[in-house]
C-alpha cells in the first residue's frame, strides 16, 4: 500500500478519548483469570494518574458470553446493557469504559443497532421501564480500558522506572500484540487504529520503549470461539488457532505478548502449556514459553510494581525470563506465597515447558 | 409464516445480509472454515435463496454451530456483510423451533445454557470461581490447580474481594441487582428460552434412550470425526 493511502486509513479511525471521568464496569472473565489487572487498572488511574473512575457493586455481567455462546436472545442481553446505562446516568456519568472486548463489542454493537433501528432502542427502553423501574441515557463516550491506558501512555513512560529494552544490549524487546477480535472487527471506527491498523497496543509498545513484531497471523483469532471453548468436545478448535498463531510468531523470536482482551492471554498461555504437553514444542527460548501479558501487567511492570503484586504467579508460562532481560527485580521464594507471606504451598510443573 | 420470513425479522439478518455476491473472503479468512467442514459462503447463499426447505436444512444441520463468532468476516466482506450476524439468528430460530437437538453440536446448547444462565441468574457473572472446575478445564495448568484449590487465600493475595461487599474483583454481586437480572430475564423471553430449551433437550434424552443426566454430560464431551476438515 503507497504510504499516503496508509495515512488516509489512519486518519479515519483516530478516536476521541475523554480525559477524566470514567464510568468503569468490570470483565467476566478477567475478574476470574486476571483478576489483579483489573485491580491495577483502577491503581494505576486513580492512584498514579489521579483520574476518577467510578465503580458501583450494583452493576453485573453485560451478559456478552452468554449472548454469543447462543444461550439468550438479542433482546436480554440489550436491555442488560441498558441496565447498565441506567446506573451510569444515575451516578451522573456520561464516559464509559468497560474492561472486556467482548463487553466493548456487545456495547458497541447494541448502539449502533440502537441507531439504525430507533424502534429497537424504544422497545427495550420499554422492557427496562417493565423489569427495573430504570431509564437511562445512551454514553457520550464508549471507550474500552485500554483505549484509556493507551491515551496516557506517555504520562506512564514518563513516570516508569523501566523500559521494555534489554539491560544487556540496550535494544528494543521484541513484542508481538494481539487485539482481541471483538475490538475493531465488528465495527473498526470504534478502536484506536481501525481493524487494519489497530495502533492501541502498539502505541504502548512504542511509548515504553520496545519494538512491535509483525508476522503474517498478527490479525488471526486466538480461538476462543465462546462455544469453541466453554463446551470440552469442542476445544480442539480453541487449540488449533492458538498453535497457527505461534508457529507463525516462531520465526521472528518475540520476547513477549500484550493482549487486550480477556480470552486472549488466558488461551494463548494455556495452549502453549498444552501444547508443549501433547508434543513437547515450547516456543520461547531454552525451553520456556513466550509470556502473555495483559496491558495493565506491562504497564505495572514499566511503573515498577512487584511482579508477584501484579498476580503473574498465575501465568503457566514462566515470565521470569522476560524480567530478567528488563532488569526488574523480584524474590523467586514469594511467587506464591499468600497475603502478609502465608505459605500456601505451591502449584506442579509442566512435563515439558520450563517453569519455576 | 415461512422460515425465510421468520428469519429476515431478526435485527441482525436485516444488519448482516445485503445481497451477498458469494465471493468467498468470508470463507477465506474464517479461522473455523480452515478447522472444520464449514463454508460461511454457502450458508448466505442458501439464506438469500429464500428457499424453506433448505433453510430448514441448515437450521438442523451441524454447519451452523462451527462458527466462532469472532467476525472476521465482517472486517473483511466487500459487500459490508455480516455472516456471523446471520449465523447467530439462524442459531436463535433454530433453538426457538427445537431444531437444534437434530445434531450434535446443536444439542451443546443444553450444557451452555444451564452454565451461563445459570451463573448470570445465581453470581450476576457469566463465568464464577464457583462453577469453573479445574476437573473440567484441565488445560488451565498445574497452576490453575493450585489456584482453585487455596482460591479465596490466592484470591486475597490478588487483591480480589472475592464474595465481598462494596465494589471491588469478583464481588457479591447484591441481591436486589440479581434479582433486576431475573426480571429482565422474564420480560425480555430469556426465562422462556431456558424452558424451551430444557423441554426440547428432555424430548431428544427421551428419543435416544438417555437419562438428563448422560444427555448432558454427553452433549458437553462427544465429539465425532465427521465435523473436521482432512
Same mark, same amino acid.
Given at each position: 500500500?503507497?504510504?499516503?493511502?496508509?495515512?488516509?486509513?489512519?486518519?479515519?479511525?483516530?478516536?476521541?478519548?475523554?480525559?477524566?471521568?470514567?464510568?468503569?464496569?468490570?470483565?467476566?472473565?478477567?475478574?476470574?483469570?486476571?483478576?489483579?489487572?483489573?485491580?491495577?487498572?483502577?491503581?494505576?488511574?486513580?492512584?498514579?494518574?489521579?483520574?476518577?473512575?467510578? =465503580?458501583?457493586?450494583?452493576?453485573?455481567?453485560?451478559?456478552?458470553?452468554?449472548?454469543?455462546?447462543?444461550?439468550?436472545?438479542? =433482546?436480554?442481553?440489550?436491555?442488560?446493557? *441498558? @441496565?447498565?446505562? +441506567?446506573?451510569?446516568?444515575?451516578?451522573?456519568?456520561?464516559?464509559? %469504559?468497560?474492561?472486556?472486548?467482548?463487553?466493548?463489542?456487545? #456495547?458497541?454493537?447494541?448502539?449502533?443497532?440502537?441507531?439504525?433501528?430507533?424502534?429497537?432502542?424504544?422497545?427495550? @427502553?420499554?422492557?427496562?421501564?417493565?423489569?427495573?423501574?430504570?431509564?437511562? &441515557?445512551?454514553?457520550?463516550?464508549?471507550?474500552?480500558?485500554?483505549?484509556?491506558?493507551?491515551?496516557? @501512555? &506517555?504520562?506512564? *513512560?514518563?513516570?516508569?522506572?523501566?523500559?521494555?529494552?534489554?539491560?544487556?544490549?540496550?535494544?528494543?524487546?521484541?513484542?508481538?500484540?494481539?487485539?482481541?477480535?471483538?475490538?475493531?472487527?465488528?465495527?473498526?471506527?470504534?478502536?484506536?487504529?481501525?481493524?487494519?491498523?489497530?495502533? %492501541?497496543?502498539?502505541?504502548?509498545?512504542?511509548?515504553?520503549?520496545?519494538?512491535?513484531?509483525?508476522?503474517?497471523?498478527?490479525?488471526?483469532?486466538?480461538? #476462543?470461539?465462546?462455544?469453541?471453548?466453554?463446551?470440552?468436545?469442542? @476445544?480442539?478448535?480453541?487449540?488449533?488457532?492458538?498453535?497457527?498463531?505461534?508457529?507463525?510468531?516462531?520465526?521472528?523470536?518475540?520476547? +513477549?505478548?500484550?493482549?487486550?482482551?480477556?480470552?486472549?492471554? #488466558?488461551?494463548?498461555?494455556?495452549?502453549?502449556?498444552?501444547?508443549?504437553?501433547?508434543?513437547?514444542?515450547?516456543?520461547?527460548?531454552?525451553?520456556?514459553?513466550?509470556?502473555?501479558?495483559?496491558?495493565?501487567?506491562?504497564?505495572?511492570? %514499566?511503573?515498577?510494581?512487584?511482579?508477584?503484586?501484579?498476580?503473574?504467579?498465575?501465568?503457566?508460562?514462566?515470565?521470569?525470563?522476560?524480567?530478567?532481560?528488563?532488569?526488574?527485580? #523480584?524474590?523467586?521464594?514469594?511467587?506464591?506465597?499468600?497475603?502478609?507471606?502465608?505459605?500456601?504451598?505451591?502449584?506442579?510443573?509442566?512435563?515439558?515447558?520450563?517453569?519455576? | 409464516?415461512?422460515?425465510?420470513?421468520?428469519?429476515?425479522?431478526?435485527?441482525?439478518?436485516?444488519?448482516?445480509?445485503?445481497?451477498?455476491?458469494?465471493?468467498?473472503?468470508?470463507?477465506?479468512?474464517?479461522? !473455523?472454515?480452515?478447522?472444520?467442514?464449514?463454508?460461511?459462503?454457502?450458508?448466505?447463499?442458501?439464506?438469500?435463496?429464500?428457499?424453506?426447505?433448505?433453510?430448514?436444512?441448515?437450521?438442523?444441520?451441524?454447519?451452523?454451530?462451527?462458527?466462532?463468532?469472532?467476525? /472476521?468476516?465482517?472486517?473483511?466482506?466487500?459487500?459490508?456483510?455480516?455472516?456471523?450476524?446471520?449465523?447467530? !439468528?439462524?442459531?436463535?430460530?433454530?433453538?426457538?423451533?427445537?431444531?437444534?437437538? /437434530?445434531?450434535?453440536?446443536?444439542?451443546?446448547?443444553?450444557?451452555?445454557?444451564?452454565?451461563?444462565?445459570?451463573?448470570?441468574?445465581?453470581?450476576?457473572?457469566?463465568?464464577?470461581?464457583?462453577?469453573?472446575?479445574?476437573?473440567?478445564?484441565?488445560?488451565?495448568?498445574?497452576?490453575?490447580?493450585?489456584?482453585?484449590?487455596?482460591?479465596?487465600?490466592?484470591?486475597?493475595?490478588?487483591? !480480589?474481594?472475592?464474595?465481598?461487599?462494596?465494589?471491588?474483583?469478583?464481588?457479591?454481586?447484591?441481591?436486589?441487582?440479581?434479582?433486576?437480572?431475573?426480571?429482565?430475564?422474564?420480560?425480555?423471553?430469556?426465562?422462556?428460552?431456558?424452558?424451551?430449551?430444557?423441554?426440547?433437550?428432555?424430548?431428544?434424552?427421551?428419543?435416544?434412550?438417555?437419562?438428563?443426566?448422560?444427555?448432558?454430560?454427553?452433549?458437553?464431551?462427544?465429539?465425532?470425526?465427521?465435523?473436521?476438515?482432512?
Amino acid at each position: 500500500m503507497i504510504y499516503e493511502g496508509k495515512q488516509k486509513i489512519w486518519s479515519d479511525y483516530q478516536k476521541e478519548i475523554p480525559d477524566d471521568h470514567w464510568y468503569y464496569v468490570r470483565s467476566c472473565i478477567r475478574q476470574n483469570f486476571f483478576p489483579a489487572s483489573e485491580r491495577m487498572f483502577t491503581e494505576i488511574t486513580k492512584n498514579v494518574l489521579k483520574k476518577d473512575i467510578y =465503580e458501583t457493586p450494583y452493576h453485573t455481567t453485560c451478559g456478552g458470553i452468554a449472548y454469543h455462546c447462543d444461550t439468550i436472545p438479542q =433482546e436480554t442481553v440489550m436491555t442488560i446493557v *441498558a @441496565r447498565q446505562f +441506567a446506573l451510569m446516568t444515575e451516578a451522573g456519568y456520561e464516559n464509559y %469504559v468497560p474492561s472486556c472486548i467482548t463487553s466493548f463489542g456487545n #456495547y458497541s454493537e447494541t448502539l449502533e443497532t440502537w441507531r439504525e433501528f430507533p424502534e429497537l432502542e424504544a422497545r427495550i @427502553r420499554e422492557n427496562l421501564w417493565k423489569s427495573c423501574r430504570r431509564e437511562f &441515557n445512551k454514553p457520550k463516550y464508549l471507550a474500552h480500558s485500554s483505549d484509556l491506558i493507551y491515551h496516557w @501512555r &506517555n504520562e506512564i *513512560a514518563q513516570k516508569g522506572k523501566f523500559r521494555l529494552v534489554d539491560k544487556e544490549t540496550g535494544e528494543p524487546l521484541r513484542i508481538v500484540e494481539h487485539i482481541g477480535c471483538h475490538y475493531a472487527k465488528m465495527f473498526p471506527h470504534k478502536g484506536v487504529g481501525g481493524a487494519e491498523y489497530p495502533y %492501541v497496543l502498539a502505541g504502548m509498545v512504542e511509548s515504553w520503549g520496545g519494538q512491535v513484531v509483525d508476522y503474517p497471523e498478527r490479525r488471526h483469532c486466538c480461538g #476462543y470461539g465462546f462455544r469453541q471453548y466453554h463446551v470440552k468436545a469442542n @476445544r480442539g478448535y480453541s487449540v488449533s488457532n492458538t498453535y497457527k498463531k505461534f508457529e507463525s510468531m516462531e520465526p521472528f523470536h518475540p520476547d +513477549a505478548i500484550i493482549t487486550n482482551c480477556p480470552g486472549c492471554p #488466558y488461551f494463548l498461555d494455556r495452549w502453549q502449556y498444552v501444547i508443549s504437553e501433547q508434543t513437547g514444542k515450547t516456543y520461547g527460548r531454552n525451553g520456556f514459553g513466550i509470556p502473555v501479558f495483559t496491558y495493565e501487567e506491562i504497564a505495572g511492570l %514499566v511503573l515498577g510494581y512487584d511482579p508477584w503484586d501484579l498476580g503473574l504467579q498465575l501465568h503457566q508460562v514462566a515470565v521470569e525470563p522476560f524480567l530478567d532481560k528488563i532488569g526488574i527485580e #523480584y524474590d523467586p521464594k514469594a511467587k506464591y506465597l499468600g497475603l502478609n507471606k502465608e505459605d500456601i504451598l505451591r502449584p506442579g510443573l509442566p512435563t515439558s515447558m520450563k517453569c519455576f | 409464516m415461512g422460515l425465510y420470513e421468520e428469519l429476515i425479522k431478526d435485527y441482525r439478518v436485516k444488519e448482516g445480509l445485503h445481497t451477498c455476491i458469494n465471493c468467498g473472503t468470508c470463507t477465506a479468512i474464517c479461522p !473455523a472454515a480452515e478447522f472444520y467442514k464449514y463454508d460461511p459462503r454457502k450458508i448466505m447463499n442458501i439464506v438469500q435463496g429464500k428457499d424453506d426447505a433448505q433453510i430448514e436444512e441448515l437450521l438442523r444441520s451441524e454447519t451452523i454451530w462451527y462458527c466462532g463468532e469472532c467476525f /472476521s468476516c465482517v472486517t473483511r466482506c466487500p459487500r459490508k456483510n455480516g455472516p456471523g450476524l446471520v449465523i447467530m !439468528a439462524l442459531r436463535d430460530l433454530s433453538i426457538r423451533l427445537g431444531f437444534f437437538t /437434530s445434531s450434535e453440536k446443536g444439542r451443546q446448547v443444553l450444557p451452555l445454557t444451564h452454565a451461563m444462565t445459570g451463573n448470570i441468574l445465581k453470581y450476576g457473572y457469566c463465568i464464577h470461581p464457583k462453577t469453573f472446575r479445574w476437573e473440567d478445564h484441565q488445560e488451565s495448568g498445574p497452576v490453575w490447580k493450585w489456584h482453585t484449590e487455596h482460591l479465596e487465600k490466592s484470591l486475597e493475595r490478588q487483591g !480480589a474481594n472475592y464474595m465481598g461487599e462494596g465494589p471491588g474483583v469478583l464481588r457479591r454481586i447484591p441481591q436486589e441487582s440479581l434479582d433486576e437480572l431475573k426480571a429482565i430475564f422474564d420480560v425480555t423471553g430469556g426465562t422462556e428460552r431456558i424452558r424451551l430449551v430444557e423441554k426440547f433437550s428432555e424430548q431428544k434424552a427421551k428419543e435416544m434412550g438417555m437419562t438428563m443426566e448422560e444427555y448432558e454430560r454427553r452433549t458437553f464431551e462427544d465429539c465425532s470425526e465427521e465435523h473436521f476438515n482432512e
